[in-house]
């Protein structure tokens, strides 16, 4: 693991009911943007600097991965006053384009190798990515996508053979606005000959982090934040090294908001962009709560009790997928009814039956969680089944009376930068441990 780590494979997080919660929470950089940055170091060589990184198994795995097909990456601690950690990436030039199977199934971000290496290097070599597993999320538009700018590929059950001569800028229309076919394609059309438009394209806050990373490398990109990127291409020569701070992790802030939604209390969540959160911010309003926000945060107060609301998942700028297995643990216990509808991935309710065994009364009807909010949760033991859902159960756990205790925590570790100090600052009765063998 990367600096400041004491990860343990094994190890169980174990909360007790607590609250009210008080006091301020600093999140880092988020997941979701530093993966795709790395993946973008690619593209030229020269020495990066990143900063703001979060302290995350997958940035270790993705830093691994990326030393396999030829980066230099060192981490250091982050200077007193800032959040998470410093990496260093060398990009020399000799890259072989072929990406070791075992590092590649297991993280689903291997896939943005594919868009960099195939318009630099002209081909790509690698596993079908893997990561977490909550329904089908096939590559089908990224490879479109590059199909449409000049790509050939093979595909078969274990992975992704790439080749083009050169690409060609192209008008790429996607069905569904896809975050990571969005990346992909944006980052090989920054090297592509001529213009290339993205039609219908991700909007995520992380894309435009990326997107302002790679205009300071000296990428032509227009439209950034909406839905359509205009990408005029240049010579990877032309390219330059950059230092880049990651953008807040919106999900890692929304995660110490329901923390104290459900405990009570009031917490400021430092560095949380609340303009990233707004349609979320805006359901936990209905909820009850109640929110103070400036330039450097969001102070966040919870009722009594929540109420209960309907949440809906969409894309960006709507409620993202990330944030349901949170909004289902508030709903949990809130007063009244809430229907909650996955519009992304068909099987992420998996960590249902987790807060049931909590006293959760929730009920699946196809792509819809029936959540009837009960007084009160019981602890219990529980398997965190994925990144976000594991989060989930640690904030039921706080509410719930007596002990709860997490398994399978390796999953929150590779999202989450030491979620037990953070909510522990807070006053939660929170450790981590590792069981007697």
Not at 4 to 31: H, T, Y
Not at 134 to 143: E, N, T
Not at 257 to 277: E, F, K, P, S, W
């Amino acid at each position: 693991m990367s600096i400041g780590s004491n990860q343990r494979e094994g190890d169980v997080i174990v909360v007790a009911q607590s609250g009210p919660l008080a006091g301020e929470v600093v999140v880092p950089g988020a997941k979701n943007s530093v993966l795709k940055l790395l993946a973008a170091t690619l593209l030229a060589d020269g020495r990066y600097t990143l900063t703001n990184v979060p302290v995350i198994e997958d940035v270790v795995i993705m830093a691994d991965l990326l030393r396999a097909v030829g980066l230099e990456i060192t981490f250091s601690p982050a200077p007193v006053g800032e959040t998470g950690q410093h990496l260093s990436i060398y990009n020399s030039g000799a890259i072989t384009p072929v990406a070791p199977f075992e590092l590649a199934d297991r993280i689903r971000s291997s896939v943005n190798l594919v868009g960099p290496l195939l318009g630099r290097f002209g081909q790509v070599d690698i596993a079908l990515p893997g990561g977490d597993d909550f329904g089908g999320r096939p590559i089908d538009m990224h490879l479109r996508g590059l199909e449409a700018m000049g790509a050939e590929f093979e595909t078969s059950s274990e992975g992704i053979v790439g080749r083009c001569a050169h690409l060609v800028g192209a008008e790429v229309v996607f069905d569904f606005p896809s975050v990571g076919a969005t990346e992909n394609v944006l980052m090989a059309a920054v090297v592509a000959d001529g213009v290339t438009t993205i039609r219908n394209a991700a909007r995520e806050p992380e894309i435009a982090d990326l997107c302002n990373m790679l205009r300071k490398m000296g990428c032509r990109i227009d439209g950034i934040g909406t839905a359509t990127l205009t990408i005029t291409g240049v010579v990877p020569s032309s390219l330059q090294a950059v230092t880049h701070e990651v953008v807040t992790d919106r999900v890692q802030s929304a995660t110490y908001i329901a923390a104290v939604g459900m405990c009570g209390g009031t917490i400021r969540v430092a560095r949380a962009n609340a303009q990233h959160m707004g349609m979320m911010l805006t359901r936990f309003t209905d909820m009850g709560m109640i929110f103070d926000i400036d330039d450097e945060g969001i102070t966040a107060t919870a009722p009594d009790r929540l109420t209960s609301v309907d949440v809906s998942t969409l894309p960006y700028p709507g409620v993202a997928t990330d944030y349901k297995p949170l909004v289902v643990a508030m709903l949990s216990m809130a007063n009244g009814v809430g229907i909650v509808t996955e519009n992304l991935y068909p099987g992420r309710f998996r960590y249902v039956d987790e807060l049931r065994a909590l006293g959760a009364n929730i009920e699946i009807d196809g792509h819809h969680a029936v959540v009837r909010g009960v007084e009160h949760l019981t602890g219990a033991t529980v398997v965190a089944p994925d990144i976000r859902a594991g989060a989930a159960l640690v904030v039921a756990g706080l509410a719930a009376s007596g002990i709860t205790e997490i398994g399978d925590v390796f999953h929150i570790d590779r999202g989450y930068d030491d979620i037990v100090g953070r909510l522990s600052a807070l006053g939660a009765s929170i450790s981590r441990v590792r069981p007697e063998s």
